[in-house]
């Protein structure tokens, strides 16, 4: 359970950073809440990245028995992460 909530945080903070790449309205409300915020914001987004860390943490140390199970969820989500990140990157590198 404690997994499970650790990803959905993860999923809530780091979601929101990887879809600006995706939707121009989105990057417009992240960079609005930057320059709202300022400061702020990054901490919000530090304690939010330190939580979902923890939680999945300490969700695989309390959830052993499932750890392959676990794993592969985890790995899924960064597995998309990393190929949707690939064009990205790309087109970054290629602009230079």
Request: net charge positive; aromatic share 18%.
């Amino acid at each position: 359970m404690i997994f499970y909530l650790g990803i959905a945080v993860m999923i809530f903070n780091e979601g929101f950073v990887i879809l600006r790449h995706v939707s121009p309205y989105l990057a417009q409300k992240r960079a609005d809440l930057i320059k709202k915020f300022g400061s702020k914001w990054k901490l919000f987004h530090s304690i939010m990245d330190v939580t979902w860390v923890t939680l999945v943490a300490v969700g695989f140390y309390l959830d052993l028995e499932n750890w392959k199970t676990n794993l592969a969820v985890f790995g899924t989500i960064w597995g998309i992460v990393v190929i949707y990140y690939i064009p990205v990157l790309y087109k970054k590198f290629k602009k230079k």
